[in-house]
């Protein structure tokens, strides 16, 4: 099974509310069982939500401590990033899941790269908190726009 960002499939629980359906993507549970998870709404938070971005580190130091997550109307909602990750973390042990993709530059499922947490649509390398959690503990995270990467990895494990 194939752990799925669920605003790649078309569920609206993007922060404006909206989603980021990617037919690729959609097209991968023809071939491999997907597990959509929202690591946001996992973590209690509504949809809609004031968009948030990790301040002064990545999703590597949030979890350790040394990072927050903050709303663009300064809300610092650390805790439900957190308890997302682990919800996050939760499902993939409970459901036998052997890789995530996940939506790039999301401040939980980003999993190379974030936006900086200016709000100014610049990134910075690193990942969010849920991607974080899972790469710590050995889960491959891939981002829809490493597809190809993803088909290559599926077939060396003969998920598809």
Known sequence: MLL???????????????????????????????VP???EQLGGLPT?????????GDGGDVLAGRSRVITQDGRDCTEEFLCGARETLKTVMASGVLAALFKARSPSCGNCGIYD??????????????????LAKGIPVFNEEQLESLEQFLSKTALI
């Open 4 to 34: 799925v960002s669920a605003c790649l499939l078309g569920l609206n629980t993007k922060y404006n509310g909206g989603h980021n359906l990617n037919s690729k993507v959609y097209s991968l549970g023809r071939r491999v069982p997907l």
């Open 48 to 56: 809609p939500r004031m968009p948030a971005e990790i301040q002064g």
């Open 37 to 39: 998870v929202c690591p």
């Open 117 to 134: 947490g200016s709000f100014n649509g610049i990134t910075r390398d690193g990942a969010g908190v849920a991607a974080a959690m899972l």
